[in-house]
């Protein structure tokens, strides 16, 4: 057993010298005598991890070389300055994200194909979705600064391919490459900071990161719309090259991580390292299952034959996915980590908590602009109070979690700031909200930023660090498939509400077959229709929104179960 697995995450108050049982540990026959053979970086991240370098024991040569190492590379102000020359690149790939929201619609109808131009938004969800886990293994074989910088590339090219596509095909396909990088830039942050601070500051960098994801998803659109408007959508995104190019540069230069024991490997050696069949089949299951998520009951019916297809194919993937990780050496996502309590109940905490809150804000813009007339812009206003829930979320628990060392107490709160958001526009949603009524979706943003940070330092306390890579890359996969789970589940309940609330409102009216046909596939329609119409349809737009905030009800009380039976491990404050 490795010096890793032997050191617990607890609170045992350092005295400055080993016990017996560490002793035990590092002295071990099978140990290098030597230093350098890679055994005590690792031992010394651990340790630091819970008690800090100024603690380590004065006497263990190897542990002063370790600690000597450490405070060259990663002292306070060395992290922060390494780690806000990442930040470029999280706050790029989050306004690209929500930028294409605002050019998609004229990207498509330049080339004379509205219908499709959807695709340019699931393509690059869905390849963000596949790339997601790899990045994980990957940092493990070929390190962390490598994966990071061939993401930037990957999103470089993605962007410049989208900028001078010449058909709507190829700005889906570089689209999908722009969604491959996307998946490391932020992922491989967030995995670096848990290599380098100890667990009392994670969530405190954790909610920067967060803050910068916020912001980037806040002012995208508005950002896209700008420079659409003046220059054309092919410039807003042939501009995004010059800061991606300048986050890279960032990177190689003030980004030293400390040499990994594979670094040693011929790339060949590297190569067979890599479970490629696994990951065929691992990237064929998620796209199957975003595929389901994103186009069912949208795109195509449930009950259709590219439906039925995908199903099929992704339980092939499955089954293969599970034989090959039981049969090979090292898995592209070894299946004991999800039998592991704290992976499996902080995967869990975070789908449904991204779930719920992707419901909800699926349908607020499309209740406003019913109910308020409003355009698209003043629509996506109104979601500005969960933004900034979420940021003031993500500063309160990375403070909390840092000043006690507690990080479950977030996590059980979180899911009940969700139910008093959902029940805030529940009963005070009425149909005609004011701009302060609006601030009720503020407490599902808290909700959303407490809980972001707070499972990932659940998930860092949780595993051995080998496996922090992994389980990372593997909880922002549950991230995006809770995102995408929410917008389809909060758009089928919406419309399929909308219509049964249409179709009772509607019944023995003159017309009334028509005038919900209309009222379905037209917004417009609706806004500009006459006070007796509106008056009969807006009911049914009220039922819908509360529908949602039902199934979200729900879904934050399953998530308030689990979360009040994670693992509660003390870190050492600092």
Same mark, same amino acid.
């Given at each position: 057993? +490795?010096?890793?697995e032997?050191?617990?995450?607890?609170?045992r108050?350092?005295?400055?010298?080993?016990?017996e049982?560490?002793?035990?540990t590092?002295?071990?026959?099978?140990?290098?005598?030597?230093?350098?053979?890679g #055994?005590?970086?690792? /031992?010394?991240?651990?340790?630091?991890?819970?008690?800090?370098?100024?603690?380590?024991?004065?006497?263990?040569?190897?542990?002063?070389?370790?600690?000597?190492? @450490?405070?060259?590379?990663?002292?306070? #102000?060395?992290?922060?300055a390494t780690?806000?020359?990442?930040?470029?690149?999280?706050?790029?790939?989050?306004?690209?994200?929500?930028?294409?929201?605002?050019?998609y619609?004229?990207?498509?109808?330049?080339? *004379?194909?509205?219908?499709? *131009?959807?695709?340019?938004?699931?393509?690059?969800?869905?390849?963000?979705c596949?790339?997601?886990? !790899?990045?994980?293994?990957?940092?493990?074989?070929?390190?962390?600064?490598?994966?990071l910088?061939?993401?930037?590339?990957?999103?470089a090219?993605? #962007?410049?391919?989208?900028?001078?596509?010449?058909?709507?095909?190829?700005?889906?396909?570089?689209?999908?490459?722009?969604?491959?990088?996307?998946?490391?830039?932020?992922? =491989?942050?967030s995995?670096?900071?848990?290599?380098?601070?100890?667990?009392?500051?994670i969530?405190?960098?954790?909610?920067? &990161? $967060?803050?910068?994801?916020?912001?980037?998803?806040?002012?995208?659109?508005?950002?896209g719309?700008?420079?659409t408007?003046?220059?054309?959508?092919?410039?807003?995104?042939?501009?995004?090259?010059?800061?991606?190019?300048?986050?890279?540069?960032?990177?190689? %230069?003030?980004?030293? /991580?400390?040499?990994?024991?594979?670094?040693?490997?011929?790339?060949?050696?590297?190569?067979?390292?890599?479970?490629?069949?696994g990951?065929?089949f691992l990237?064929?299951?998620?796209?199957?299952?975003c595929?389901?998520?994103?186009t069912?009951?949208? %795109?195509?019916?449930?009950?259709?034959?590219?439906?039925?297809?995908?199903?099929?194919?992704?339980?092939?993937?499955?089954?293969?996915?599970?034989?090959?990780?039981?049969?090979?050496?090292?898995?592209?996502?070894? !299946?004991?980590?999800?039998?592991?309590?704290?992976?499996?109940?902080?995967?869990?905490i975070a @789908?449904?908590?991204? !779930?719920?809150? @992707?419901?909800? =804000?699926? &349908?607020v813009p499309?209740?406003?602009?019913?109910? %308020?007339?409003?355009? +698209?812009?003043?629509a996506?206003?109104?979601?500005?109070?969960a933004?900034?829930?979420?940021t003031?979320?993500?500063?309160?628990?990375g403070? @909390?979690?840092?000043?006690?060392?507690?990080? %479950?107490?977030?996590?059980?709160?979180?899911?009940?700031?969700?139910?008093?958001?959902?029940?805030?526009?529940?009963?005070?949603?009425?149909?005609?909200?004011?701009?302060?009524?609006?601030?009720a979706?503020?407490?599902?943003?808290?909700?959303?930023?407490?809980?972001?940070?707070?499972?990932?330092?659940?998930?860092?306390a949780?595993?051995?660090?080998?496996?922090?890579?992994?389980?990372?890359?593997g909880?922002?996969?549950?991230? $995006?498939? *809770?995102?995408?789970?929410?917008a389809?589940? *909060?758009?089928?309940?919406?419309?399929?509400?909308?219509?049964?609330? /249409?179709?009772?409102?509607?019944?023995?009216?003159?017309?009334?077959?028509?005038?919900?046909?209309?009222?379905?596939?037209?917004?417009?329609?609706?806004?500009?229709?006459?006070?007796?119409?509106?008056?009969?349809?807006?009911?049914?737009?009220?039922?819908?929104?509360?529908? &949602?905030?039902?199934? +979200?009800?729900?879904?934050?009380?399953?998530?308030? &179960?689990?979360?009040?039976?994670?693992?509660?491990?003390?870190?050492?404050?600092?």
């Amino acid at each position: 057993m +490795s010096p890793a697995e032997e050191i617990e995450e607890s609170s045992r108050p350092s005295t400055g010298t080993l016990d017996e049982e560490d002793i035990e540990t590092i002295v071990d026959e099978s140990a290098p005598l030597l230093p350098g053979a890679g #055994t005590e970086p690792l /031992l010394y991240r651990t340790i630091s991890r819970e008690i800090g370098a100024g603690d380590l024991p004065p006497d263990d040569a190897d542990l002063e070389l370790a600690k000597n190492e @450490f405070k060259s590379e990663s002292s306070s #102000t060395g992290i922060y300055a390494t780690i806000s020359c990442m930040l470029l690149g999280v706050f790029l790939s989050n306004v690209d994200a929500s930028l294409v929201l605002a050019t998609y619609g004229q990207v498509a109808s330049t080339f *004379g194909d509205l219908e499709n *131009g959807s695709w340019i938004l699931s393509s690059f969800i869905l390849s963000q979705c596949v790339a997601q886990p !790899l990045y994980g293994k990957l940092a493990d074989v070929y390190g962390r600064k490598a994966c990071l910088q061939a993401s930037y590339v990957l999103f470089a090219l993605g #962007t410049l391919g989208t900028g001078i596509g010449r058909t709507l095909l190829e700005v889906i396909i570089w689209r999908a490459v722009q969604g491959c990088g996307s998946a490391g830039m932020t992922s =491989m942050v967030s995995i670096i900071i848990a290599d380098l601070v100890p667990l009392h500051d994670i969530a405190t960098l954790r909610s920067y &990161v $967060n803050i910068l994801q916020t912001t980037g998803r806040s002012c995208g659109g508005v950002i896209g719309g700008a420079l659409t408007y003046a220059f054309g959508w092919r410039w807003a995104f042939i501009i995004q090259l010059p800061p991606t190019i300048i986050a890279m540069l960032l990177v190689q %230069k003030r980004l030293h /991580l400390p040499r990994r024991t594979s670094s040693g490997l011929t790339q060949w050696q590297k190569l067979r390292r890599i479970d490629f069949l696994g990951s065929l089949f691992l990237c064929t299951l998620i796209f199957c299952a975003c595929f389901i998520l994103d186009t069912g009951g949208q %795109k195509y019916p449930w009950r259709s034959q590219p439906i039925y297809i995908t199903a099929a194919a992704g339980a092939v993937s499955l089954l293969g996915f599970v034989i090959t990780a039981n049969v090979v050496a090292e898995p592209i996502f070894p !299946l004991r980590l999800l039998v592991e309590y704290a992976i499996i109940t902080n995967y869990l905490i975070a @789908f449904l908590q991204v !779930l719920l809150q @992707f419901s909800l =804000m699926s &349908v607020v813009p499309l209740y406003f602009q019913a109910t %308020k007339k409003a355009n +698209s812009a003043q629509a996506g206003a109104y979601l500005v109070p969960a933004f900034a829930g979420n940021t003031i979320g993500g500063l309160i628990s990375g403070y @909390f979690i840092k000043k006690t060392g507690l990080y %479950k107490p977030m996590t059980v709160i979180s899911p009940l700031f969700a139910v008093l958001c959902m029940c805030l526009c529940y009963f005070t949603w009425n149909g005609d909200t004011s701009v302060f009524g609006s601030l009720a979706i503020l407490p599902g943003g808290l909700a959303s930023g407490m809980v972001s940070s707070s499972i990932f330092v659940g998930l860092a306390a949780g595993v051995r660090e080998e496996d922090m890579a992994l389980t990372a890359s593997g909880l922002y996969l549950f991230f $995006n498939l *809770g995102a995408i789970a929410g917008a389809s589940a *909060g758009a089928a309940v919406y419309h399929a509400s909308l219509r049964t609330g /249409l179709a009772h409102a509607l019944a023995g009216v003159e017309n009334g077959a028509e005038i919900m046909r209309k009222a379905l596939s037209d917004i417009s329609y609706v806004q500009n229709a006459s006070d007796r119409i509106r008056e009969l349809i807006m009911p049914a737009y009220v039922y819908g929104l509360h529908q &949602v905030n039902l199934q +979200s009800i729900v879904c934050a009380g399953v998530c308030f &179960v689990i979360a009040v039976f994670t693992q509660q491990r003390r870190i050492k404050r600092k």
